[in-house]
C-alpha cells in the first residue's frame, strides 16, 4: 500500500485531505492513504525519517525551508524558491520540489487567464514573491504594488526576479500610484480573507482597468474583489483553483498521471462547498 501525507503545524482546517482523497481516485488509487502530520517545530528532527520513508509528501507553514535539511536534492523549481512544498521518494532518494509555482500557473492557464502582458500584483509576501517571479520569468511588463511598510520586501523581490531575468520590467509602486490598464491584476495580498470578506486590495477603478483577475485567497470562494470584477464584466479565478492545481501535479510528481481540465474544476468546485461545511 502506498503511503503518502502533510506536514505542517498547525492543520486544523486543512483542505489536502479531501483534496488528495479525490485525486487519488481519479488516479485509480483508492488503497492510497494520505495521513496528516500536525508536528511542532521541536519534534522535526525525530520524525524527518519516517516522512521519508513515505512515497510522497506535502509540507505546508512553517516547514518548506526547514524540510530541505532531510532531503537528498531538489528539483529546480525548488532551487529557485529555497522552498519545498512536495517531496518524492523516488529509487531510495528524497527529492524536494516546489509546486505552489505549477499550480499558480496551471490554473492561471486553465481559466484563460496570461502572464506575458502588462501584469498588476497586489503584494508581494511569500506566495507573492514566487508569483512575481514566475511573472517575469513568462514575459510580464510587472507592477507590483505594495503598502509603504512592505515596499522593501517588494523591491528585494523585484532584484530577484531581475537576477534571474535580466531585463524584465518590474516596477515596485504603492496603491496611490497605479494607473493604467492591465492585462492581468493579481491578489497576491491577504485583503479580503475570511473573516474580513468585505474588503478589497484595489478600488473598483482599478479592477475595471483590468482584462482578468486571479485571487490567491480561497475563503470566501468568492471574494469582494471577485464580486467587483465578475459585476464588471471581467473574469475572475478564485484560490481554490491555485490549491486544487498544486495538489495535482503533485500527484503527477508521484504518480506519472495527468489530468484533464474539467476533471480539476469538478473538484475545485466540490472543495468549494467542502469548505463551507
Known amino acids: 500500500m502506498e503511503k503518502y501525507g502533510l506536514l505542517g503545524y498547525p492543520l486544523k482546517h486543512t483542505m489536502s485531505p479531501p483534496i488528495h482523497k479525490r485525486l487519488f481516485e481519479l488516479d485509480g488509487n483508492t488503497s492510497a492513504e494520505y495521513e496528516v502530520c500536525e508536528l511542532p517545530p521541536e519534534e522535526l528532527e525525530g520524525k524527518a525519517a519516517y516522512l521519508n520513508s513515505l512515497n510522497g509528501y506535502n509540507i505546508t507553514i512553517p516547514y518548506k525551508v526547514d524540510i530541505i535539511k532531510y532531503l537528498d536534492g531538489l528539483d529546480e523549481s525548488a532551487k529557485r524558491y529555497n522552498s519545498v512544498n512536495c517531496v518524492v521518494r523516488r529509487d531510495g532518494r528524497n527529492i524536494g520540489y516546489n509546486t505552489d509555482c505549477y499550480g499558480f500557473l496551471r490554473s492561471l492557464e486553465a481559466a484563460g487567464g496570461r502572464l506575458d502582458g502588462k501584469v498588476l500584483q497586489i503584494g508581494c509576501g511569500g506566495v507573492g ?42 516596477k515596485v509602486i504603492t496603491h496611490e500610484e497605479i494607473s493604467g490598464e492591465f492585462d492581468t491584476l493579481v491578489n497576491a495580498s491577504p485583503v479580503g480573507m475570511f473573516p474580513k470578506v468585505d474588503e478589497c486590495p484595489v478600488t473598483e477603478d482599478v479592477v475595471k482597468s483590468c482584462k482578468f483577475v486571479f485571487e490567491v485567497i480561497y475563503n470566501p470562494d468568492v471574494t469582494r474583489l471577485m464580486e467587483i470584477a465578475e459585476k464588471n464584466g471581467i473574469k475572475a479565478v ?5 490549491l486544487v492545481w498544486q495538489a495535482a ?24 462547498k467542502e469548505m463551507k461545511k
Request: charged share 25%.
Open 129 to 170: 514573491r514566487m508569483m512575481a517571479i514566475e511573472a517575469a520569468l513568462h514575459g510580464a511588463d510587472l507592477t507590483i504594488v505594495s503598502l509603504p511598510e512592505f515596499i522593501g520586501g517588494a523591491q528585494a523581490a523585484a532584484k530577484e526576479a531581475l537576477a534571474l531575468v535580466p531585463g524584465a520590467k518590474i
Open 238 to 242: 478564485g484560490g481554490m483553483a491555485m
Open 249 to 272: 501535479v503533485a500527484h503527477e510528481i508521484w504518480c506519472g498521471v495527468s489530468y484533464r481540465d474539467k476533471d480539476i474544476e469538478k473538484i475545485i468546485e466540490d472543495m468549494k
